[in-house]
């Protein structure tokens, strides 16, 4: 069976590394072909085509990357719009395609007009609210009527999506009922995959493993290192984790904390409005690859994973706890953030904090020794079966079954 699968995110930046190509991967070992077609930056296609191409030599996939069009507006998406309907049109003259899997919302459109030409199946891989989501980065005011209109009519159209697709795949439970409102559709054909992590990617910390890290990063030994990882953005909160931060020090002197982000930038701007200059010597910062973040993660005691609770957010699942779950990293985390709080209960995970009041925040570091004693082998094996990267790609492969 030949699938066309469609993503706006690049493979090579950041997130389609640990979070497309792992998974494509895992669902090419059972199909006869997989062609990608994804947009990509110029500078990552510079400096990483050649050896993505040769790595994707290893398995079933063709790989159609397009460049990404960078600014112009509303112009350069419906350029780049075009040209997706296009490249998928060609691909489905040449190929025999069953199933046409779009990542996200913005492909979306391009899987329905693949499935009315050529009667594959169409599967929505929805990632979140994503409509939502533009409401609460501040893209979408709906307080000006253009805002409302772009708003109304971008949602008339995610339920067409919605109702013709042939399977939905949402992140979380929490967010089938509101699925199931926004496009009349059945329970049945919705399938809740997370974001997993490749358990084999973020081997388990040890003292070793730890002690090196620390010693790369200039961290003490004996410190107790607060962590952060991924991209930095209104909705990460990143004022409650600086005050998490700076509560804790003033309690634990050899508090330090890691942030690892590709935002270094933004990041150093911030910390100048958060942070006293004598703070500044205990935070380290980190831009990495998706390689050197295992050799990064041995360094923290706990991952502090803050988003705002917001509607959109119940369809929200963090590829951060997954990935310090398989490195033995327990979390702190706020509630009403999609599945977290569950999932973080019933592994007995870390710790959930339900209110971030400075209450709340101080009743959490008084309880940091016990928070850090939950990670370990025991917190890596015991969540590996609901966040690793098997599960998604048997969970996957049991929606290709089911349509084909």
Known sequence: MTVLYITYDGLLDPLGSSQILPYVKGISKHQDKVVIVSFEKVKQLLHGKDALLLDLHNYSIEW?????????GFIGKSWDLSRMYMTAFIISCKHNIKVVHTRGHPPAPVGLFIKHITKAKFIFDLRGLWLDERIDKGSWDLNRF????????????????LIQSDHVVVLTNKVVDEVMKLGAIKKSIIT??????????????????????RISLGIPNNAFVLGYLGSVGKMYMLDMFF?????????????????????????????????????????????????????????IDIMVSFISPTYARMGASPTKMAESFASGIPVVANSGVGDVQEIVDQLDGGWIVDSLSKNRLM???????????KGGKRLRNISRPILGLDLAAKSY?????KLV
């Open 146 to 161: 253009s805002h409302r209109l772009q708003y109304r009519f971008c949602k008339s159209i995610e339920r067409k999506l």
């Open 397 to 401: 492969r049991s929606v290709y079954e």
């Open 363 to 373: 009743e959490t570091i008084e309880n940091l020794d016990i928070i850090s004693a």
């Open 64 to 72: 159609k990357p397009l460049r990404f069009t960078k600014g112009l």
């Open 243 to 299: 005050q998490l931060f700076v509560m804790t020090t003033k309690i634990r002197t050899n508090c330090h904390t890691l942030l690892i982000t590709p935002d270094t930038d933004r990041l150093t701007q911030l910390m100048d409005r958060y942070l006293t200059h004598d703070l500044l010597e205990r935070v380290h910062i980190k831009s990495a690859t998706r390689d050197q973040v295992p050799t990064l993660l041995p360094a």
């Open 192 to 213: 809740v995959i997370p974001c997993c992590a490749d358990y084999d990617h973020f081997p388990l910390i040890n003292e070793t493993k730890k002690r090196d890290s």
